[in-house]
């Protein structure tokens, strides 16, 4: 059974994505979403920066359109947040947990203890007699959660669970027992960065993210990139780095490939950008536009695309 209605926050520089629903495992209910302009200066690079101004902003949103819920699920993105691919023996996942803060300080020069460090598994190797797992340790900084959790308690709405947009695509997108064998690029274009998510088989395998984003480009613009020589530099600039990732991961291991590459975030409006893709990078792109998994109330027409990251913090409870 559907557990009470969220409100789930995908809360940017430029603009914030609200989605108020239901989820489970299986299945995501979306009964309302919407975008609002982020106030000025509240927000930087995934920080809150004014909780009051914020604070403020959201709650004018929410009893403009009655939203009634009170739990509050976030999806975030932030280049603050470290993101280190780790080989461990293959344990427990309890274990897994305790050994990552211990060796990602090995690799990185930071205090553990002003980090909040999870990890995301990617997949089990086998080689000879040995069994190891690889994963994708994650590390936000304390100071940078402790203001959601402020945001919440001055809203008066109780906090569930914070995430990070690359963790909610792969609960989302990962399949049981998918044997397909085609390797998807989720490219997702943000306002400041690019987060570039390659799933193989209905698994995350790898994951990249690149510094820079739609920001330089106008928000109100409606030309189509066919038309538009200065647009398409900025484009160009983002897929050469696109494709410096895709190159390195193809260099991997042998085998490695990407089939199709799907787009989503708010660059992915830009008018012609997956044809434009597709041209320039020699494979298949789509615009995300549906998902099996979610289901909606009251719409005939949805952008997944826009909306993806804060619907899939649904899942979490």
């Excluded at 089990?124 to 590390?139: D, H, L, P, S």
């Amino acid at each position: 059974m559907l557990n009470k209605d969220k409100i789930a926050f995908d809360i940017g520089a430029l603009n914030t994505r609200v989605v108020v629903g239901k989820g489970t495992k299986n299945q995501i209910m979306i009964k309302d979403a919407f975008t609002f302009k982020t106030p000025a200066n509240s927000v930087e690079d995934g920080h809150i920066l004014d909780v009051n101004l914020l604070r403020d902003e959201i709650l004018n949103q929410l009893e403009e359109r009655k939203i009634k819920a009170k739990a509050a699920v976030f999806s975030l993105s932030s280049t603050k947040m470290i993101m280190r691919e780790l080989i461990l023996p293959y344990a427990p996942t309890h274990k897994i947990e305790a050994m990552v803060p211990f060796e990602l300080a090995k690799h990185l020069p930071i205090t553990v203890e002003d980090f909040i460090i999870k990890f995301i598994p990617l997949e089990v190797i086998k080689e000879k007699n040995q069994k190891n797992f690889r994963i994708m340790a994650v590390a936000l900084p304390k100071y940078l959660v402790k203001r959601y959790w402020e945001l919440c308690t001055e809203m008066e709405i109780k906090p569930l669970a914070l995430t990070i947009h690359v963790a909610g695509a792969t609960s989302l997108l990962q399949k049981k027992n998918d044997d397909s064998g085609e390797t998807v690029a989720l490219l997702d274009l943000g306002y400041s960065s690019i987060n570039c998510s390659i799933i193989h088989g209905g698994r995350l395998v790898f994951n990249r993210m690149i510094s820079i984003g739609k920001k330089e480009i106008k928000e109100d613009s409606s030309e189509s990139l066919l038309n538009d020589s200065k647009m398409q530099l900025i484009v160009d600039k983002w897929l050469e780095e696109i494709k410096l990732v895709s190159r390195f991961y193809v260099s991997l291991k042998s085998g490695n490939q990407v089939d199709k590459i799907i787009l989503l975030g708010g660059g992915s409006r830009i008018k012609n950008i997956a044809q434009y893709t597709e041209e320039k990078l020699e494979k298949p792109v789509l615009i995300l536009s549906e998902n099996s998994r979610i289901k909606y109330k009251g719409f005939t027409t949805f952008p997944l695309n826009l909306y993806f990251n804060a619907a899939t913090a649904l899942l979490l409870n």
